[in-house]
């Protein structure tokens, strides 16, 4: 009976409630901690265009880097630093760490790329994101398209200010690409509204692209409508020759995926890629 269990259940759900507080709290100090003692680390995946097969820009992907857990992905832990409202402090971290890199990667002289970094919605929401963006630009003395954004379908539900947030982006010269498209709500709705310069089609669509035909069909859909509207089109999750042959005839422009690299430390990016013919 839910009267005489009530006092035990109070009880439970108390010291539940207790337990997950002081967790989050030392959750929250490990993750303070984890962007002061650099425990949070880039890898980039390259982004290769189809038609000629070189590296054309690159994706930053965070990691934990835990003490005693190990390497944890991003998936699980960025929901945590979205609920504590450290979304901002880690994703300006990201942003700063990913164009330091490249600059120093074009500072030796490699054949010029682009930089991806990932928003969370907090950092969308943000009022002052595009000043840091410019801030962070200037103090690394990169140029603004170098730089993409990537930003999904659920961060733009209050249309009107994403179109002002984008559009500010856009006059600072920064590229903006729409990630995981296909998957949210409103996608038409951000090819009538947005400026922005590359969809990223959803690994769930690539995925089975030569035995589903329906798949296939989205794709090459997507990929002629974004042609139609002027913007690049990259395919995400190819893990076959064939996919990235078949993509290639669609005229898609890029692609990224395990069949190119997963996600690489910088050190192993310029060991695998950026030393045949050029000069690093
Ligand atoms: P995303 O931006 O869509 O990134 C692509 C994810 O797909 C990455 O997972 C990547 O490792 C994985 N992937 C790439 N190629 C393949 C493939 O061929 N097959 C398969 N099965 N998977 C592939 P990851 O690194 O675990 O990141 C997961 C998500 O976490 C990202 O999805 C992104 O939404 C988020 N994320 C990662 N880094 C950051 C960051 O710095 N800031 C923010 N806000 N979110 C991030
Ligand atoms: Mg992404
Ligand atoms: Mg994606
Ligand atoms: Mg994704």
Redesign the pocket.
């Known amino acids: 009976r839910a009267k005489d269990q009530g006092k035990n259940t109070y009880m439970i759900y108390h010291s539940n409630m207790k337990e997950r507080f002081f967790e989050k709290l030392t959750l929250e100090n490990q993750i303070r901690t984890a962007i002061q003692n650099n425990q949070f680390e880039?890898?980039y995946?390259p982004q290769i265009d189809l038609k000629t097969g070189n590296m054309v820009g690159a994706?930053?992907?965070?990691r934990w880097n835990h003490p005693h857990l190990g390497m944890i992905?991003?998936?699980d832990f960025?929901p945590l630093v979205e609920e504590m409202g450290l979304?901002v402090l880690?994703?300006e971290w990201?942003i700063e760490t990913a164009c330091k890199q490249l600059k120093s990667w074009l500072n030796k002289g490699v054949e010029p790329f682009r930089v991806s970094?990932?928003?969370?919605p907090q950092?969308f929401i943000k009022q002052n994101l595009v000043d840091t963006i410019e801030r962070i630009l200037t103090e690394v003395d990169l140029e603004p398209q170098f730089l993409e954004i990537?930003i999904t379908e659920s961060m733009t539900m209050d249309v009107e200010r994403a179109i002002i947030t984008l559009d500010k982006l856009n006059k600072l010269g920064v590229k903006i690409a729409i990630?995981?498209f296909g998957t949210g709500y409103s996608s038409l709705n951000y090819l009538k509204n947005f400026s922005i310069h590359r969809l990223k089609i959803d690994?769930t669509f690539v995925k089975d692209i030569m035995n589903n035909e329906n798949d296939a069909k989205i794709v090459s859909t997507i990929i002629s409508m974004a042609h139609g509207l002027k913007l690049e089109v990259l395919a995400?999750?190819?893990?076959t020759q064939d996919q990235a042959a078949y993509l290639s005839r669609l005229n898609c422009n890029q692609a990224?995926?395990?069949?190119y690299s997963?996600?690489l430390p910088s050190v192993e990016i310029e060991n695998r890629f950026l030393t045949k013919g050029q000069s690093l």
Not at 117 to 120: A, Q, W, Y
Not at 256 to 259: A, I, L, P, R, T
């Open positions: 880039l890898h995946q994706e930053a992907l965070i992905s991003p998936q960025i979304a880690m994703g990201v970094v990932n928003l969370s950092q990537e990630d995981d690994r995400e999750g190819v893990e990224q995926g395990f069949y997963k996600p």
